[in-house]
C-alpha cells in the first residue's frame, strides 16, 4: 500500500470545467509538494506547503494543506488543455520524501 | 545550463546483463537522488546521496549499487538486470532552501 493515497487515479474533462485531486495518509509530513509531469519528462514542482492549514494560489491552482499535516488538495479553476498531465503529491519526513501514485488528468478542448 | 542530465534515455537488457546509468547535475547541490517509477506506484527512491562521498539506501534499494563519484556525478548500477527491473529510473539534485527536488528526463529500462 501507498504512504501517499492519491485520487482519482484518471480524471478526463472538458475544457473550463473545475476539478479538485486529493493526497491523503495516515502519516503527518513537515511538508507536502505538488509535482506535474509530463509524458516523457521528469517531474517538475508546483508548490510546497509547510503549515497546517496553509494555502496556496498559484494562478488557477490552488493547493491546500491540511490542518494535521496528513492530507493535501489541489484544485484547479477553469481547466485549460495545457492542464493535463501527472499530477504527484509528495511528502517529506525526517529522513526521506515518499510520492503517491498520482493522478493522471486529461482535459479535453 | 542543462539541470540534471540522464544517460542513457533508453536500454534494452536481457537478464543477466549489468548496466549503469549516468546522471550528472550541474546546479552544485548537495544532495542527489535516484528513482523508478512503475504505474500505479508512484515513484520509489532507490538510492540517495546527502553529500559527495555519502550514499544511502532508500526503499527499495535490492538489485541495485551506486556512486557518487563527485559533486556533480551519481550513477546507479544494475549488477545483474531481472525483468523486475524493468522500469522508467529518474535521477534528481534537490535544493535546500527553498526545497526542491530537480529531475532528469528519465531513463527507460526494458529488461527481457
Known amino acids: 500500500t501507498q504512504l501517499l493515497e492519491q485520487s482519482p487515479q484518471f480524471l478526463s474533462i472538458q475544457e473550463g470545467e473545475n476539478l479538485t485531486v486529493y493526497c491523503n495518509s495516515s502519516s503527518v509530513f513537515s511538508s507536502l509538494q505538488w509535482y506535474r509531469q509530463e509524458p516523457g519528462e521528469g517531474p517538475v514542482l508546483l508548490v510546497t506547503v509547510v503549515t497546517g492549514g496553509e494555502v496556496k494560489k498559484l494562478k488557477r491552482l490552488t493547493f491546500q494543506f491540511g490542518d494535521a499535516r496528513k492530507d493535501s488538495s489541489l484544485h484547479i479553476t477553469a481547466a485549460q488543455p495545457g492542464d493535463t498531465g501527472l499530477y504527484l503529491c509528495a511528502g517529506r519526513r525526517t529522513h526521506d520524501m515518499r510520492f503517491g501514485a498520482g493522478t493522471r488528468l486529461t482535459v479535453k478542448p | 545550463n542543462a539541470g540534471v542530465t540522464q544517460t542513457p534515455k533508453f536500454q534494452v537488457l536481457k537478464t543477466g546483463q549489468s548496466m549503469t546509468l549516468q546522471c550528472a547535475q550541474d546546479?552544485?547541490?548537495?544532495?542527489m537522488y535516484w528513482y523508478r517509477q512503475d504505474p500505479g506506484m508512484g515513484l520509489r527512491l532507490i538510492y540517495y546521496s546527502a553529500s559527495e562521498g555519502t550514499t544511502d539506501k532508500g526503499e527499495v534499494p535490492n538489485g541495485y549499487n551506486v556512486s557518487r563519484l563527485n559533486k556533480r556525478e551519481f550513477s546507479l548500477r544494475l549488477e545483474s538486470a531481472a525483468p523486475s527491473q524493468t522500469s522508467v529510473y529518474f535521477c534528481a539534485a534537490r535544493a535546500s532552501s527553498p526545497e526542491t527536488q530537480y529531475f532528469g528526463p528519465g531513463t527507460r529500462l526494458l529488461v527481457l
Open positions: 546546479m552544485n547541490h548537495n544532495s
